[in-house]
């Protein structure tokens, strides 16, 4: 007889007391503001406990960046009191090498130190055939929406990868084998703690790495004993229900699990009232009878990010409301696209010599080092200057010596 899992226990546990518990009426006005339900599979408890669930990719993508269309109800249809902790996009900060692959000069530290005038080499002949790589933890679960990879001037890397996970050991490849043709890659990820970096090339040497972790959170329910409890999600309406915003993961309470998101039956047939059920509308919150769809990509112009581009996902990692696939500025909030140059990226991210750039801080590493070059390439024409001088009055003494010696 095979044995039942335990997670699958608690999902038939928490499944039979949802059917046996008689729902309350939807007296709460708040119940029908929610289109999206979750399950919250609590496991019995004896006493008042502060419980911690992470939100998948359904429930954030469904969220605003604030958290402040989510609510949490009892079997009853009564508020219950919650915390949340919203982690918004960003570098991440705190990266620890594991190991790496091969090692032929600088330190591994090097590859993540955010400092691009720092390198570390690989030895691509003690990796042969096989990629030189960098297995990294990133300190936390999260889903990654951009590697940056700094190349050294002298290096000739010719391609890379990117793996990921959750253990170091089970690993899936989020981006294959390509070509470098710029320093950013960008990528939707599922939640991963473990990247593995691949390069190849023939002088594999790599000034830093940066990753940019998307939008992520948790909800942390203060629970009540002989209580069943569901979250509801992805309201239309800014309606801020949670008691305090947390700074820092709450990883000290116990973690449970959410059920698959269904639809709320509470929740309005046709909440923008254009005569459309919410199923069969291509824009469900915002009233578009005719139901234009330009590209043809499934949703409606009037909430489309971008509408003359498919776009299926609607990914918007800047939140902006202007879709990625189109985006000048993917990882800086900048509606309304300026770009006084013309170039491919927007007025918020463009820098000095047109090129992307996430932050003030990398803006000035990259700034420093053209400095610093620079002043290295004025240092050598001065002292090639100063030789040839000297060459000169040498060539000088030497002829003078020449012609006395003649004389004599």
Request: proline residues 4%; aromatic residues 8%; negative net charge.
């Amino acid at each position: 007889m095979k044995r039942i899992p335990s997670l699958a226990l608690t999902y038939i546990f928490a499944s039979f007391l949802w059917s046996t518990i008689p729902m309350a009426e939807a007296a709460n006005d708040v119940l029908s503001l929610y289109p999206q339900e979750n399950q919250i599979l609590l496991p019995p408890l004896q006493s008042p406990a502060t419980i911690r669930m992470v939100l998948d990719e359904t429930i954030l993508s469904a969220s605003d960046a604030k958290f402040s269309n989510i609510a949490i109800l009892d079997q009853e249809n009564n508020e219950a009191a919650f915390d949340v902790f919203v982690e918004d996009y960003g570098r991440v900060k705190t990266p620890k090498i594991i190991s790496v692959s091969s090692a032929k000069a600088g330190k591994t530290e090097s590859l993540i130190d955010n400092d691009v005038l720092s390198a570390f080499e690989f030895n691509e002949r003690e990796d042969r055939d096989n990629p030189s790589w960098a297995l990294i933890d990133l300190g936390q679960m999260l889903p990654i929406n951009r590697l940056t990879v700094y190349t050294s001037t002298d290096s000739r890397v010719n391609a890379m990868e990117l793996k990921g996970g959750l253990h170091p050991q089970k690993l899936k490849t989020l981006l294959s084998k390509r070509a470098i043709t710029s320093p950013h890659f960008d990528l939707n990820s599922p939640l991963v703690r473990y990247v593995r970096v691949g390069f190849w090339g023939k002088k594999v040497k790599i000034d830093d790495l940066k990753f940019i972790g998307s939008l992520n959170g948790e909800i942390y329910l203060h629970a009540q004993p002989e209580k069943r409890y569901r979250l509801l999600s992805g309201s239309p309406e800014t309606i801020v229900l949670y008691s305090k915003r947390h700074q820092e993961r709450q990883i000290q309470f116990r973690k449970v699990n959410l059920s698959r998101s269904s639809a709320n039956s509470f929740f309005s047939e046709d909440y923008d009232g254009d005569g459309l059920s919410q199923e069969n509308d291509n824009c469900p919150y915002i009233s578009n009878p005719s139901q234009s769809d330009n590209d043809n990509d499934g949703i409606g112009n009037k909430c489309d990010n971008a509408p003359q581009t498919k776009n299926y996902n609607q990914s918007d990692i800047d939140r902006d409301k202007v879709g990625d696939i189109i985006d000048n500025c993917k990882l800086e909030s900048n509606p309304d696209q300026a770009n006084m140059d013309h170039d491919e990226y927007g007025d918020a991210c463009d820098f000095a010599n047109a090129k992307e750039s996430l932050s003030h801080e990398e803006q000035s590493s990259l700034g420093l080092r053209t400095t610093l070059l620079g002043l290295l390439l004025l240092l050598v024409i001065s002292i090639i200057a100063i030789l040839q001088v000297k060459g000169v009055k040498i060539k000088k003494i030497f002829k003078r010596g020449s012609q006395k010696d003649s004389k004599k």
